[in-house]
């Protein structure tokens, strides 16, 4: 009976963040529409910021406990799963990711070296609140530029209201995000509950659930969005998710160094992990500058940074555990 109840709510919890997810991508359909915004540039912000709120929960409540290092790995390794193994998933099942109307060459330059600011900071061993500070001003600085130069799409249809029905159907909008965001976290936390659960019933080492299971789990919201947006046809709104989650990280990062104070970490735990995160981002930088598009063989050229990091976390557990 007990297994039967996990499996329910298992089930439960997969329809809940399917069903929400579409619901999101349709609100941030609808609200660049209605100001003749990308889905990339709307999808950075808002969607960036609500897939990002389990690693800002894990970011205050390991300064709560004293272990600010626990947050700072996990912000990197989100990063790392995001851009290097999502990413490239959504190439290759959505036929590549097509940029052109999404992001300029510069924007996406900039944002990549944002995103791999905080493993390159952390690679010594210690991080300071000057380099929480950089990091502030960092995500400062491309959030600034994207909102400020961000042009608005061609051909754009937006929707016909008048000035009050604009700003009911814009609040009515921002609650079905709110709501439906609300609900992905939610229902995303019961699934990671249930894989923990289902992985202890079969023996599954505990090394591995934190790897495998717990880092994919936590980024579900991700992992349906990029399969909704996939069957609407809306792969800029998935790629602006990315970006935007993966940008805020640093934003947490630089919070966490600033309130924690300085702080350090164990060095060699993050050395490998760095140069694969910042290989695998110029390579991704080096794909889409060239025609602003993923294809479907550069998003397996891609997916190979993360399959070296899983099998280098496979061997580190069993050369720690000997």
């Known amino acids: 009976m007990d297994t039967l109840v996990h499996i329910i ?61 626990v947050s700072a790995g996990n912000l990197i390794g989100a990063s790392f799963v995001v851009l290097l193994l999502i990413v490239p998933l959504l190439a290759l099942i959505g036929k590549g990711i097509r940029l052109n109307e999404a992001v300029s060459k510069t924007t996406l330059t900039v944002m990549l070296v944002v995103i791999a600011l905080p493993a390159l900071v952390i690679i010594d061993g210690d991080v300071t609140r000057t380099e929480g500070l950089l990091a502030l001003l960092a995500y400062g600085t491309v959030a600034y530029a994207l909102y400020r130069k961000h042009a608005p799409i061609s051909a754009c249809d937006p929707i016909e209201e008048d000035r009050g029905g604009r700003a009911r159907g814009m609040a009515s909008d921002l609650l079905r995000v709110l709501i439906s965001g609300v609900a992905v976290f939610a229902a995303a936390h019961f699934l990671v509950e249930q894989a923990v659960y289902f992985a202890g019933a079969l023996n599954v080492p505990g090394s591995l659930i934190g790897l495998l299971i717990l880092s994919l789990g936590t980024n579900i919201p991700e992992i349906v969005i990029a399969i909704r947006a996939i069957l609407r046809g809306r792969t800029d709104i998935a790629f602006g998710d990315y970006l935007g989650s993966a940008a805020m990280n640093t934003l947490v990062f630089g919070g966490l160094a600033i309130t924690a104070g300085s702080f350090a970490v164990e060095a060699s735990q993050f050395v490998m992990t760095t140069v694969l995160l910042v290989s695998g981002l110029v390579m991704l930088w080096i794909f889409a500058r060239s025609r602003l598009t993923i294809s479907r063989t550069e998003g397996a050229v891609l997916l190979l940074f993360y399959i070296v990091f899983f099998l280098l976390q496979i061997w580190n557990i069993f050369r720690l555990g000997a």
């Open 9 to 69: 709510i298992l089930l439960l919890s997969v329809g809940i963040v399917w069903f929400f997810a579409d619901v999101l991508i349709d609100a941030v359909g609808r609200i660049s529409r209605r100001y003749c915004k990308s889905g990339f540039f709307t999808a950075f912000f808002i969607l960036g910021f609500l897939t990002s709120i389990g690693e800002i929960s894990v970011a205050i409540n390991s300064n709560l406990a004293g272990v600010p290092g």
